[in-house]
């Protein structure tokens, strides 16, 4: 429903896009038709750099591991096991390619989510005070908050709320036991809330 | 259901992921308990909050962009990747110990020799059962010269058992004769050739003629010394990986002169090492 309502004003090749099925487009691109690949980028490219930039907190970085997981995709098209699951299977890849970064970024001693321009611009308090930039402000705080958390769950917390997926899902792109998913989830939960806490009060309720 | 039964569960119950049986007794604790209604209320508004999230990054053009000349790169790359290995491998086959390089060189003069003797005498026996064929059938051969003489000159892409033989087939008159027709000069230039389907008649070529000398070694292999046997098997071995992978190159890339080439050098080898089998179960 939520795809067709999206449609409206849409061109028609955004439409084709939404229109194949990913198995149809997974055999295209195996085929060798790169406008099939293109396709599915079309329709996972949002959600992944998403959850990249969820993981990493950089642009710049989160485009090129996007780019990476990508790339990685297309070179194991002919290794994905369930065609039905492609989402999935590509939030897999990028939590792989995020987290083989974060390690490196680690061994580079740097940290995520603290060295934002935007950021700090925001903290020096010289923009005006309006309900956009109120929700630029918290969207620093969010990012900082999740940049606080430890990976796991990052991962948990983030595939889970802003990308919404199942337990199940969840557990497949992980690799974790659904128990200790709820019980990392539980824990991000309490700790972004304790972060975002004085953000609930005055201006920000909806 | 107690609060601390329900903070348990909330969350799960917020989410939409608990089942029937489980969500109603956090439902109707819910109803009663104004703390654990303020919890929910709270985890309701975190969920708008989250909803809100900014992120300072979008997918752009350039993305996709970078993406396909990365997939472009990445392709180009397997491919000469496996070229290179080709070459490594066909380099060790001629240049292994199992032949000298004089020896090979020989070989590959006996083999070219070969291979036309042997397609010569193949196209001889086609030509001789398609006649045969004709005659039974009251139909011309396929690759009959424009003269009508069936010599063995004339090319005979019959070999190949895939090649269409309608194009150039003339119907005979009806009363038995087996001289071909005149094909007009238009099916003549229209059935010119692509390099394509050369390289695919001199592919079946070289398949009739390793087929005919591994019948031939088939009948001798107990005449061989058998440890000459094992080293021939095993570059027999190779030579056939080699003829797969190229294949499979060709296949990927067919307008790629340097695979093809690979591709024929590889059937060439084969037929000197069948020949050379041959020879050592002769002597």
Same mark, same amino acid.
């Given at each position: ?31 060798? /038709? ?19 930039? #969820? ?12 780019? /990476? ?65 109120? #929700? ?32 199940? /899902? ?37 | ?216 070694? &088939? ?20 030579? #056939? ?28 080898? &084969?037929? #000197? ?8 179960? /002769?002597?």
């Amino acid at each position: 429903m939520m795809e067709a309502i999206s449609l409206v004003g849409q061109s028609s090749g955004r439409v084709g896009t939404l229109m194949n099925s990913s198995e149809e487009l997974i055999a295209r691109a195996r085929r060798g /038709e790169d406008e099939a690949f293109r396709l599915i980028f079309d329709r996972y490219g949002r959600p992944v750099i998403s959850f990249i930039y #969820d993981m990493v907190g950089q642009r710049d970085l989160a485009e090129e591991l996007t780019q /990476e997981t990508f790339v990685r995709a297309y070179k194991n098209l002919n290794n994905m096991r369930d065609e039905t699951k492609l989402s999935t299977w590509l939030f897999g890849i990028a939590k792989n390619v995020a987290r083989e970064s974060l390690r490196y970024k680690h061994r580079e001693t740097d940290k995520v989510g603290i060295d934002d321009d935007r950021v700090i611009e925001l903290s020096d308090g010289k923009l005006p005070p309006d309900r956009q930039l109120l #929700d630029k402000e918290l969207s620093g705080v969010i990012k900082d908050a999740l940049g606080a958390l430890d990976e796991d769950k990052r991962v948990v917390f983030t595939l889970k709320v802003f990308q919404q997926r199942s337990y199940e /899902e969840i557990a497949q792109i992980t690799g974790s036991s659904i128990p200790k998913l709820k019980t990392d989830l539980h824990r991000a939960r309490a700790e972004m809330r304790r972060r975002i806490k004085p953000y609930l009060g005055v201006g920000y309720e909806v | 259901m107690k609060c601390e039964e329900c903070e348990v569960l909330i969350e799960e119950y917020a989410d939409g992921a608990l089942d029937q049986k489980s969500a109603g007794p956090v439902r109707e604790h819910l109803a009663s308990c104004t703390a654990c209604t303020a919890f929910h209320q709270e985890w309701t508004r975190e969920q708008e909050i989250y909803s809100r999230y900014q992120r300072d990054v979008e997918v752009t053009p350039l993305l996709w962009s970078s993406i396909e000349a990365r997939i472009k790169q990445e392709r180009g790359g397997a491919r000469e990747g496996m070229l290179a290995r080709l070459r490594i491998k066909l380099g060790g086959l001629f240049a292994g110990p199992r032949f000298s390089p004089a020896f090979a060189g020989a070989l590959v003069v006996i083999a070219i020799a070969l291979t036309v003797v042997v397609m010569t005498l193949l196209n001889s026996k086609n030509q001789r059962e398609l006649l045969a064929r004709a005659e039974r059938n009251g139909s011309a051969p396929a690759a009959s010269s424009d003269d009508g003489n069936p010599s063995v000159e004339a090319p005979t892409p019959e070999v190949a058992p895939k090649a269409p033989e309608t194009g150039s087939t003339v119907a005979s008159n009806g009363g038995g004769e087996t001289a071909p027709k005149k094909v007009p000069a238009a099916k003549l230039v229209a059935a010119r050739p692509t390099p394509d389907q050369l390289v695919r008649e001199a592919e079946q070529k070289y398949l009739a003629a390793i087929s005919m000398l591994s019948r031939d070694v &088939k009948r001798h292999r107990s005449q061989l010394d058998p440890i000459m046997l094992a080293r021939f098997d095993a570059a027999l071995g190779d030579i #056939d990986r080699t003829i797969k992978d190229t294949r499979r190159v060709v296949n990927e890339n067919p307008g790629d002169p340097i695979a093809l080439q690979y591709l024929l050098a590889a059937y060439s080898k &084969k037929v #000197d090492a069948l020949r050379e089998m041959t020879a050592g179960s /002769e002597n």
